[in-house]
């Protein structure tokens, strides 16, 4: 036993930490994640942690999330870090990234970016203080085909769909519309009021009323217009087109992010009809975005209320650095959020602790080389082997593989006239082998 | 163009950032790391960025590296995370994990964890303030069989010989030779000591004796018998046993670490000849380690001088947290020192931009609904396909392809009579074929 003073650490509230058979979902997730990203063309990039203190304030408004980072005992001299916060997102380090790498980058630029951000929240479940995020996006120059609009949704569909999670279903809105809805009904405050439209679906349509007119002062012939369209919700590029074009509002914008619109959804005809769905009150808080957005819920999970997986296409990214036009649309999944509430809510329920496939199990101490050699053979051909190093007794090394999730356990001859045997733990079934023909049998 | 205030941003020294087509060679690098580990048997852990700085101080020494947070506006009366600062390595943080799900762990616990880590030391080329660590550890309750001291190199040495980075060589001793031979002599100083002798393939034999005379004061008769010991190099554990014997050392600690070094030795001679070799002079700094201790060279890398992976066997992991015994051994991987170093010295040269093997054409808007299919059914089948959305020339779409070094380029049928064609990039032969015999052909 140590003897030493013992300073008991406590888990740190808001920076989650998962146990190796937890771990080893959420690296299944991010793998998959990678899988579909790239099967698109989309690159890997990772960021530093960190960003100069006035790249992330740059868009303001963010302030009392950043933590911001000092030396213990920095040397009075060196201010050359005085300046640094951790990034609290992924989409103004990719902005700064796209800036100062702008002539090594070929536009189109589809990237991926996996990374742990940190912000200094009140940690509450789903909102924690680090946490992986997931974002997809892609930037050109001056022009972005309006087809990577649809092709966002899809991407996210494939990703989300081969999670076990459930039916997932993305809307689908264009601000254009209810931009032009705004400018055609004289009205000033777009942030305002999409902010409350945004709430329908939490709040109703007469608590959305109510702040409507308490809020921003507005008519009930507007409110009423206003209300009309935020109802709609189809599936249908038809119906959608017919139920808009009722309300009879000419304006040019509101006409275009129909069209938009409408085009999107009729390229993504392929998915499954639940998958899709344009609701007229998605319109995003960020005035950011400022054509297509979207936001993706989980139909079979009601524990998680909010959306998964949001974003939009934006006119300019990297404005604030860089004196060129980069408008994008892009994506980001809240995954450690989602993991957090799936796995609080009893929905990840993998017990398998180690990635090995098969545990070696050690006889006697004569048997050592033959083991190794076995377990190195099976290595080379791709399985995960795990080597019992001592020889204890065979009912504790099959007990530590069950510990571990392990599915096979393999015995080498006990003496030099014996042969190989591989017992399924989960079957309890043991059979005579070979390392050749299990290689060949279990790769075929 | 943007008419916003632009604020110009630099690269942050000593945080470290790769273009996409280097990113995808780290990222190669990590995930065969990760294929190597796992076949061992070493399940993945992440632990938070960040450690309560009372946990990171336990053992003293290198506050000056720490980077603490601070939120930019915090909360007056909320202090919860007033005492955080970013991990300087994933020892500390392990030991503390460990501690903290002690009752959760299956021992031994074999784990790998490859993070990125802080230390806010000056920036110079190999030694960044943010980089990754690739770690290996197995510890266990009390006792952890000898084996695994064997297990390490073999696991690192398939990890980095799989790099295509030349010859690598893992130096190997036991701390318990060189301490046995102090006690031996009656030499007290003991880190002092190791720490001169350990410089001795910098440095050189002279120079060892010179402070080892200045320093520490010893007799010339200690001397010698220290360096007759520290220049011993073998990989063959019979002259290895020989070469020490000869020395005529009278310790019972002497005789356990040489005989503990012969074992691991012995079941080493599976590697190939460069791979392993014993070298007496290997001691390491850190007084941490007690037993096996590594070094690892690149013996075809003369930029890279240092050791690209270090480690050891400790008596104690977790004692400053927990009132348990836990041993284990240990190894990590320098990841970003030793790519930033290969990188800056024309070692590493991938100029595959894009991770899509295939980009598919779009010869005129008519022919859209083909492509995406197309697009769609090769990537249902493993392949990564990205979708050349806008009607351009075929020139162009054809040039992007290469910029982003993509191989094939896919042409669906210009018209309803037509057939599909790929053109192969870098030989230029282009050939007819169809989605189904392509998946074929390519998957045989």
């Not at 888990?11 to 698109?40: A, C, M, N």
């Not at 909010?306 to 036009?325: E, F, P, Q, T, W």
């Amino acid at each position: 036993m140590s003897k030493n003073k013992i300073y008991k650490p406590r888990p740190i509230s808001g920076f989650p930490e998962w146990l190796p058979e937890i771990r080893r979902v959420e690296q299944q997730w991010l793998d998959h994640f990678r899988k579909i990203f790239e099967s698109y063309g989309f690159c890997s990039i990772e960021t530093a942690a960190v960003e100069e203190i006035e790249v992330l304030l740059a868009k303001g408004e963010t302030d009392k999330e950043i933590y911001t980072l000092t030396r213990l005992q920095a040397d009075e001299k060196d201010k050359s870090d005085a300046r640094l916060a951790l990034h609290f997102d992924q989409t103004v380090p990719f902005a700064r990234y796209t800036a100062l790498n702008f002539n090594n980058i070929v536009f189109p630029f589809k990237r991926y970016q996996m990374q742990k951000v940190w912000r200094g929240e009140r940690p509450q479940l789903g909102r924690e203080r680090e946490f992986y995020q997931c974002d997809i996006d892609v930037i050109a120059v001056d022009n972005l085909p309006l087809h990577f609009d649809a092709e966002m949704p899809a991407v996210i569909y494939e990703a989300l769909d081969g999670l076990d999670i459930g039916r997932v279903q993305i809307k689908i809105n264009n601000r254009k519309i209810i931009c032009g809805l705004l400018e055609f009904l004289n009205i000033d405050e777009v942030i305002l009021t999409t902010r409350i439209i945004d709430k329908l679906d939490k709040i109703g349509e007469d608590e959305v009323r109510k702040q409507l007119a308490s809020e921003i002062n507005l008519e009930d012939k507007q409110i009423d217009l206003i209300l009309q369209l935020s109802i709609i919700k189809t599936r249908n590029p038809v119906e959608l087109e017919n139920e808009v074009k009722k309300l009879n509002v000419d304006n040019e914008k509101f006409d275009e992010g129909l069209k938009e619109l409408v085009f999107v959804l009729k390229q993504l005809q392929h998915l499954p009809e639940h998958a899709v769905i344009v609701d007229l009150s998605v319109v995003r808080g960020l005035d950011y975005y400022t054509g297509t957005v979207y936001e993706t819920n989980l139909l079979d999970i009601p524990e998680f209320t909010s959306s998964v997986c949001s974003g939009g296409r934006y006119d300019d990214l990297a404005g604030g650095y860089i004196n060129k036009h980069l408008p994008g649309v892009g994506i980001s999944i809240g995954l450690t959020r989602l993991f957090g509430v799936l796995l609080e809510n009893g929905y990840i329920k993998n017990k398998k602790m180690s990635p090995a496939e098969i545990l070696m199990v050690l006889p006697s101490e004569d048997r050592r080389m033959q083991a190794y050699q076995t377990a190195h053979a099976l290595r080379k051909n791709g399985f995960n082997v795990e080597m019992y190093h001592a020889p204890q007794k065979i009912k504790k090394q099959i007990a530590y593989a069950e510990k571990k999730g392990i599915k096979y356990v393999w015995f080498p001859p006990f003496d030099d006239e014996g042969e190989h045997e591989v017992k399924t733990l989960d079957t309890g079934e043991q059979k005579k082998t070979t390392p050749d023909s299990w290689i060949i049998n279990e790769k075929s």
